[in-house]
């Protein structure tokens, strides 16, 4: 049994999304911040469904060797465009489909085509990374697209190295899969914690669709979720990151 607890830490969830906020920013601001740290920058592309590149997708590795135990931190950018209804129309209204490395014991999972492409660029260099590193826990983050990014990449570092504690904190995700890929997550990766501000419709758009793109499939969140309540100064569709920090940072110093 895990020495670590699964409960949702207020303190945890904001230190974390400013590392999703973070994310947003380029190689070298990253670098500089970080600069005592070992990092690693992750860089590729977003895709929908059809091919067509919709914005570029980013993230970060970071290390810290602490005498006693070494954690990474991997976080996750989302399209830059995120903030657009129709983008996401584009993004979220896609089939299943699944990969050869999304699959607990012979079961092959099924999740968003668009997700499991963009997250199957960088795979290998994440995977290099927790090799070389040998990390006792990773925490996993994302905001928005780069929460569906964080979730895939948590439920695959789970899996391939079951002796590492894996932390998954998200930030006002979509849905990234059906009930049984929900199911099969929340059991392989317990200290799972979902954001979401009160009225962001992002995480209420169910807009999955079965193989033949027929018909809407059953979706499910994954992970314990936690609503932030409504911002004051928030406007429709309450959507914008600087909501999810003021709120995070009231509950985490309060």
């Known amino acids: 049994m895990s020495r670590y607890t699964t409960r949702y830490k207020p303190r945890t969830a904001y230190w974390l999304m400013r590392f999703a906020d973070e994310a947003h920013d380029c190689e070298a601001a990253i670098k500089q911040k970080h600069r005592r740290k070992l990092h690693c920058f992750l860089a590729g592309e977003y895709h929908n469904v059809v091919g067509m590149k ?11 060797r602490h005498k006693h135990s070494t954690y990474m931190v991997l976080s996750f950018r989302g399209s ?23 699959k607990a014991g ?16 960088i795979r ?14 990773i925490y ?19 899996t391939k190295f079951p002796s590492i ?38 995480p209420k758009l169910r807009l999955l669709f079965d193989t033949n793109r027929r018909a809407l499939i059953e979706c499910s969140h994954v992970g314990q979720e936690h609503i932030l309540p409504r911002h004051p100064h928030s406007k429709f569709p309450h959507h914008e990151r600087i909501y999810y920090l003021d709120q995070l940072k009231r509950e985490a110093f309060r």
């Open 140 to 158: 996993v983050t994302g905001y928005s697209l780069g929460a569906a990014l964080a979730t895939l990449a948590a439920f695959h570092i789970q």
């Open 165 to 202: 504690h894996v932390t998954m904190y998200s930030f006002a995700s979509p849905y990234i899969g059906d009930l049984q890929f929900a199911q099969v997550y929340n059991l392989t990766v317990p200290d799972s914690h979902r954001v979401v501000h009160d009225d962001d419709l992002v």
């Open 106 to 121: 012979h079961e092959h999972l099924k999740a968003h085509h668009g997700f499991i492409r963009a997250y199957g660029d």
């Open 80 to 102: 830059e465009m995120s903030w657009r209804m129709e983008g996401w129309r584009t993004n979220l209204s896609a089939s299943l489909a699944t990969a050869h490395w999304l």
């Open 54 to 64: 919709v914005a570029d997708t980013q993230g970060f590795i970071l290390v810290n």
């Open 124 to 137: 290998q260099e994440i995977i290099s990374a927790v090799k070389e590193v040998k990390p006792l826990r």
